[in-house]
């Protein structure tokens, strides 16, 4: 049964820090990895999906990488702003199913 | 915005109680899926609809039902609600074969009483 983590589960930094969320994942039998964030109280948005083949995918200041054999996915937030605070998810999608499987969190607070 | 809308937003309703949620997928999106994300955790898979048919299921029991119609929209029903209903319910949509990024709603916010 795949189960995915999140750590850590809360984090607080000053503005402009880059930053690292970690997500690991117990089956390396995935379709793809994909990474959300959920302001409160409010849906999913995608930031970035990476495919089983691929090793990273970047999009402004975000890069996501993920090492399948290894279970671990890592994203990274350059120079952190207050306007990145929020929970980021990460979710992986198995082989046989459409369905995702997502960690708890890592709520993230950026202070000015 | 995703292009998926979620109706309504926010219900409050008692235990024992059925209700209905509704969900607009993002035109060409012929596949649904529906999921629960109680206070302080990660949503959790209900299930999935192709084409109409159901085309997986998470850990929920009967009580929990859906419906997909030809005009991309899709109905989350769930009877004798308990307390432990209380959550936001997301639907998600995505189109088959194109890199397959779910798009999720704004979800809705139910609670039990």
């Known amino acids: 049964k795949q189960e995915v983590t999140q750590i850590p589960a809360a984090l607080s930094v000053p503005e402009g820090e880059n930053l690292v969320l970690n997500c690991s994942f117990t089956d390396s039998a995935i379709y793809n990895l994909q990474w959300f964030r959920q302001d409160p109280g409010k849906g999913l948005t995608s930031l970035l999906l990476i495919q089983s083949s691929q090793r990273e995918q970047t999009s402004g200041r975000l890069n996501a990488s993920l090492d399948k054999s290894s279970g671990r996915s890592t994203l990274y937030i350059a120079a952190s702003q207050p306007g990145d605070s929020a929970t980021y998810l990460c979710?992986?999608?198995?082989?046989?199913?459409?369905?995702?499987?997502f960690g708890q969190g890592t709520t993230l607070q950026v202070k000015p | 915005e995703t292009g998926v809308t979620q109706s309504p937003t926010h219900l409050i309703k008692t235990r024992g109680q059925q209700v209905t949620l509704r969900c607009s997928s993002q035109s060409g999106h012929n596949t649904v899926s529906w999921y629960q994300q109680a206070l302080g955790q990660g949503p959790q898979f209900i299930f999935q609809?192709?084409?109409?048919?159901?085309?997986g299921r998470g850990n929920f029991p009967p009580r929990f039902s859906g419906l997909q119609f030809p005009n991309y929209s899709s109905e989350l029903n769930v009877n004798a609600l308990e307390l432990d209903d209380s959550a936001l319910y997301l639907c998600a949509s995505s189109p088959i074969g194109v890199g397959e990024t779910q798009y999720f709603g704004p979800g809705t916010r139910l609670l039990v009483l």
């Open positions: 979710a992986v999608r198995g082989l046989d199913t459409g369905k995702l499987i």
């Open positions: 609809y192709y084409r109409e048919e159901e085309n």
